[in-house]
């Protein structure tokens, strides 16, 4: 008996290291699938206020699914069917413009027109250096090398937007069936609870699922403003591409704290490209962005966010930085959600048990 007990103890502790070694390597192999099934519940949230706003319109839940669902696809053809042909006529103007510079000859001598631009745009800088630096870097590359690296990426690139496509289609087949049968779930899920305790879980349930609808339907609605007041300014300053660079605000502004930064960089480092944009564009595409950004922070954002969920500034800092480290894209959008979720928890349930004690 003195053996088998330590025997038996380091048997059982090697099989539970076994057993959560296995159960991490699955959720790593799983990971992609994770990430798609998390975005499709996430989605399908977002668009349950929309639903149960229907239902309470007198329609069946069948109805008020297909209803939505075609809404939004058609929102999206719609999109689709106004941008592309913008953007194919944008993209033929930047041919053409190309074109044109090369038959002017203005780039016969790409390296010193480079250079006498950025001498013109940006006196303080020391371009000379600059590109002693880069011929440097360039002269100490690996001919054979930089052109496997090329072709690898390039043979990357296509394989990321075909996965991208897949993933697309896989992440709206599954918000379609999540959102058709949510409450089928919600209720195998309140099933596993005690009858004693399954009100107020299904009660705080709610509410964390209602936090995340709305927090879905603030966020787009931001997008929304952003891309179309993009559209517009961007139109009146003659920025190049207005409609593709108002496609990128919405899309960008839809990543919580830095993409409407982002967004707005690359937007600027746009109207700076020689040829489409000029320095004065940029100025005031800047100047607009910051401003914009401002009003967005302090005025649109936490009109719109205050009715949907209720997150001290603090906490959304932390919980965004703290999902997009963990989880990337997807944890930057669902760490405010989750973070108004724990916040109920807390003063609904902690709260309340500690004032009992």
């Known amino acids: 008996m003195k053996f088998s007990n330590p025997f038996r103890t380091a048997l059982v502790a090697t099989l539970g290291v076994g057993l959560g070694i296995l159960l991490l390597n699955s959720i790593q192999t799983l990971s992609t699938i994770l990430l798609y099934v998390g975005t499709a519940l996430f989605l399908s949230l977002g668009l349950d206020p929309i639903v149960a706003w229907l239902e309470r319109r007198r329609l069946p839940r069948w109805a008020a699914v297909l209803i939505t669902i075609l809404a939004l696809l058609s929102v999206f053809a719609g999109i689709i069917l106004m941008v592309v042909p913008i953007i194919a006529g944008q993209i033929s103007q930047l041919?053409?413009?190309?074109?044109?510079?090369?038959?002017?000859?203005?780039?016969?001598?790409?390296?010193?027109?480079?250079?006498?631009?950025?001498?013109?745009?940006?006196?303080?800088?020391?371009?000379?250096?600059?590109?002693?630096?880069?011929?440097?870097?360039?002269a100490?590359?690996?001919?054979?090398?930089?052109?496997?690296?090329?072709?690898?990426?390039?043979?990357?690139?296509?394989?990321?937007?075909?996965?991208?496509?897949?993933?697309?289609?896989?992440?709206?087949?599954?918000?379609?069936?999540?959102?058709?049968?949510?409450?089928?779930?919600k209720k195998a899920v309140y099933q596993l609870v005690p009858a004693s305790k399954r009100d107020r879980f299904i009660d705080l349930s709610e509410q964390v699922t209602d936090s995340v609808g709305y927090y879905v339907i603030g966020q787009v609605t931001l997008g929304v403003i952003n891309g179309i007041?993009?559209?517009?300014?961007?139109?009146?300053?003659?920025?190049?591409?207005?409609?593709?660079?108002?496609?990128?605000?919405?899309?960008?502004?839809?990543?919580?704290?830095?993409?409407?930064?982002?967004?707005?960089?690359?937007i600027v480092l746009t109207c700076l490209i020689p040829g489409l944009g000029s320095p004065t564009t940029a100025l005031i595409a800047a100047i607009y962005y910051l401003i914009y950004m401002q009003v967005e922070a302090y005025v649109i954002s936490p009109r719109i966010m205050n009715r949907a969920v209720s997150v001290p500034g603090a906490v959304v800092?932390?919980?965004?930085?703290?999902?997009?480290?963990?989880?990337?894209?997807?944890?930057?959008l669902i760490a405010i959600p989750v973070a108004a979720s724990i916040l109920i928890i807390y003063r609904q349930v902690l709260i309340p048990r500690q004032n009992e004690r």
């Not at 990357?156 to 937007?161: N, P, Q």
Request: proline residues 5%; without cysteine; hydrophobic residues 55%.
């Open 95 to 138: 041919v053409t413009t190309i074109q044109r510079i090369v038959e002017s000859g203005e780039w016969d001598d790409p390296v010193s027109t480079i250079k006498d631009w950025l001498h013109g745009t940006f006196p303080a800088l020391d371009v000379d250096a600059v590109f002693t630096y880069i011929e440097e870097w360039y």
């Open 317 to 332: 800092v932390i919980a965004a930085l703290a999902g997009g480290s963990l989880l990337g894209l997807l944890g930057a």
């Open 229 to 266: 007041l993009s559209a517009i300014f961007l139109s009146i300053i003659g920025a190049p591409f207005p409609a593709v660079l108002a496609v990128v605000a919405f899309f960008f502004s839809l990543i919580p704290l830095v993409g409407t930064l982002t967004g707005s960089t690359l």
């Open 140 to 185: 100490s590359l690996d001919p054979g090398a930089l052109s496997e690296t090329i072709g690898g990426s390039i043979i990357a690139l296509g394989g990321a937007l075909i996965a991208g496509f897949t993933g697309a289609f896989i992440v709206l087949i599954l918000t379609i069936y999540f959102t058709a049968s949510t409450p089928s779930l």
